[in-house]
């Protein structure tokens, strides 16, 4: 069974870049993460570490960089 990695990247409000990074069993399920949570940018990688979905910023979402 392939395995789809997920990257969030959200700046703090002290200027901070955080970084997290999931697994999830399936591209649906990596998606459906992805679009419900608030992140400044989201990649989901394939098995190989190919991205294969990015999403770019939040526009109600804050940018402090």
Avoid at 48 to 55: A, L
């Amino acid at each position: 069974m392939s395995k789809h990695k997920v990257k969030l990247h959200r700046w703090t409000e002290g200027g901070t870049l955080e970084t997290f990074e999931y697994e999830f069993e399936s591209l649906q399920k990596a998606h459906h993460f992805v679009e419900s949570k608030k992140s400044h940018h989201a990649k989901i990688y394939d098995e190989n570490d190919q991205i294969i979905y990015e999403q770019g910023q939040d526009p109600t979402v804050t940018t402090y960089a």
